[in-house]
């Protein structure tokens, strides 16, 4: 009812305009990772760590556009360097500009495995970059995902059982044969993965195995140690290449990313959120000068010589230079780090406030992602899918419910389940947080 309550009085302009909104946007609200419940928020302003609402009510902000924001959002000085390059280049201009290599540089320099990096719009599209130049650089066809992981939207890995938020991604429009060439393992499940690979032998071999290096759902079931180690050496045995979708990781999980954190060399590394600094058009793949050498240029890919990927916007200004100067921008300030304290200061006090209540929650974080889930999700069994489909329909509404009670005390998390902080969030961000989170679950 004090949730209720809060949106009734104080959100009335965020209701007026997203009621307006379902007039001439499906759904009304495209892109809302916080709740629905009872309405979205519409949101003015994001600076730090600190989100506006259109009502002018301040909320911490540990939804951070997703994740891409590791300096906090709406960084200042990246803003006006990139505002320097687009003043001369405009936002696109079709043609290479040095933002282009200034952007593969730096990583490179981060992340020496990533010899070679080929920009493109969105995490999505570099997975459908990565499986295409697995599949052509192998000559093999079928892809391997892990149950619960979220690589995108694109149909090729669409697919199966997601933790936590539903059974399986929409597939309405998803013909079969779209994910006929995907299999999927079970989280941490080694044995099956072999058996899949074995299996695969008659159907034209393993491209790929792709893998979140953190575990499904951002790390929402975390892998052990060694597991992406093991990986590794089972994609050497069968000839497949390993891919690692470091949309999430890339930058947060420290400079390096997970590749850096576990010590594994993927083949080709997916990128996204933080490649472009919180800036649009966030995506890449990247890897060896040998597993890159399957792009060719832009054009090559039109007469069969290379694969084609890439569009209008891929590469543009804007989106390089803005990730050149957050990369650079979080070297020096030691971002990642620091966001990563932030992190564990949250999740310490978090349990703290678990144990205070006595409730049937966990936190947990890696750095600076960091989850607050029901227990129970950890131990949800992915062999039983009708089990587990009840059990999340419950959770998903008790999580986006706790999301709404969470911002009507100032706090804007993603779907009430998941915060990453930043560079932003001092040591009294994170308590102002704490004491609020104290008073949702008193
Ligand atoms: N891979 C992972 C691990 C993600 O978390 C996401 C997005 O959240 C994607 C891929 C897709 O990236 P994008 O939303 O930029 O298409």
Known sequence: ???????????????????????????????????????????????????????????????????????????????????????????????????????????????????MYRSLGSGTEAVMAAVRAARASTGKKMVIKVGGAYHGWSDTVVYGLRVPGSFRMNAKGIPFGATGRTRESFPHDLGTLKRKLIENRLRGGTAAVIVEPLGPESGTRPVPKDFNA?????????????????????FRTGLGGAAGYFGVTPDLTVFGKAVSGGYPMAGGVGGSAKAMAVFGSGLDGKNGAHI?????????????????FAIKEMARTNAPVIAGRAGDRLTRGLQKLID??????????????????????LMLDMRNPVKLFKENKGRKKLMEQMGAAYAAHGIITLAGSRMYTSMADTDEVIDDALSRFDQVFA
Request: with cysteine.
């Open 230 to 250: 093991q990986v590794r050496k089972l994609c050497d045995e069968f000839g497949s290449m390993l891919i690692f979708d470091e949309v999430v990781t890339g």
């Open 356 to 377: 205070k209540y006595g409730l049937p929650y966990v936190a947990y974080n890696q750095g600076s992602i960091v989850h607050l889930e029901s227990s129970g999700v």
């Open 308 to 324: 084609q990927v890439g569009g209008t916007l891929s590469a543009n200004p804007l989106s390089c230079a803005a990730g050149y």
């Open 1 to 115: 009812l004090d949730t209720l309550n809060y949106f009734e009085t104080k959100c009335r302009a965020s209701k007026e305009i997203t009621e307006r909104a379902k007039k001439r946007i499906p759904g009304g609200v495209q892109h809302n990772l916080a709740f629905n419940y009872p309405f979205p928020l519409a949101v003015d302003k994001a600076e730090g760590a600190y989100l506006t609402d259109r009502d002018g009510n301040v909320y911490i902000d540990f939804l951070q556009a997703g994740g891409p924001t590791i300096l906090g959002s709406n960084y200042a000085p990246v803003n006006e360097a990139v505002a320097e390059v687009i003043k001369a280049s405009g936002p696109v201009t079709g043609l290479f500009h040095e933002y282009e290599l200034k952007l593969a540089e730096i990583i490179n320099q981060y992340m020496p495995h990533i010899e």
